[in-house]
DNA sequence: GTATATGCAAAGGGTTTGCACGGTT
DNA sequence: AACCGTGCAAACCCTTTGCATATAC
């Protein structure tokens, strides 16, 4: 875990609590985890923590910039600690996966849109859905059909 | 209208409804609407109808190709009729505002991904986030900052 | 000691579902 | 006549909020 944590807290006027210090481990560890799942997660060490909680302990992380989070679809989002390099989520709409590629990979959608359209974009933070490497091959059949 | 979305239904094994037709006609209409939005337009005409319907409604004309939908953040998703060109939207997260931009802006992205990664994507189902050019120039203070 | 953070429970959006009735085929 | 589609109400998931208590500072 990054430890200037909790300078970065500070700085903004926010408290050290164990909740906080627990929340953003679990983003570490979790590496992409909606708020209920990382609620499980904290609660391995602390069973007494509230969802409540988890939430509003990410939006202070999110605010202070140690975690974002990801639109997969109609589902609740899913945060990651920011430490982790930037990288766009492709969402396999048949078997769920989730591939995580470079954001670099968008460098010059992403300037043409800042470029013809004034628009500055972070292409991160919503994910793009499609068919993977896999189910593309796959026979029809077994396929979800979830429009997320 | 496209005038053979009765055929479409019928083709699927569905049924002629003056629903379906409002519905239809509706996100026509609207253009980029929310299935509340929605309702409200079919409510115009047919002020009986609920939003149940609406949303069992959507589902079928998406099943049939009549329209789809787009995630534009953590709320309602908008549903757009199919034969408008397929757009991406860019959303302001200051002003709210939506920029629809042809999708072949992002062709060279989406070709990289299916080349480098085997994913074949519909980039036009979510959306893309960031400052639009008037937010951009303006000075701070009355944005919006609810993290989408 | 004081302000902030937390737990709890209740409320709030958005969406889905069970059921009986009504409409399309 | 059979089945699908609809309206209604209840249930559901995800998230936010009010309030009293506990905790960091």
Redesign the pocket.
Known sequence: MSDDW?AR??EH????????QLVLEAVEELRHG???EILVEVQRT?S??????I???L??LEDVGLVTHAHIG????TYHAVDEHVHIHLVCDRCRKILSIPASVAQGFVETLNKDYGFRTDISHVSVHGRCDNCEAMPRGEETDDPL
Chains 1, 2 share one sequence.
């Open positions: 909790e807290l500070r006027g926010y408290r050290i609590t164990p909740q906080r909606t708020p209920e602390a007494g923590v509230n969802l409540s909680t939430y509003r302990t939006e202070v109609h589902g609740a989002p």
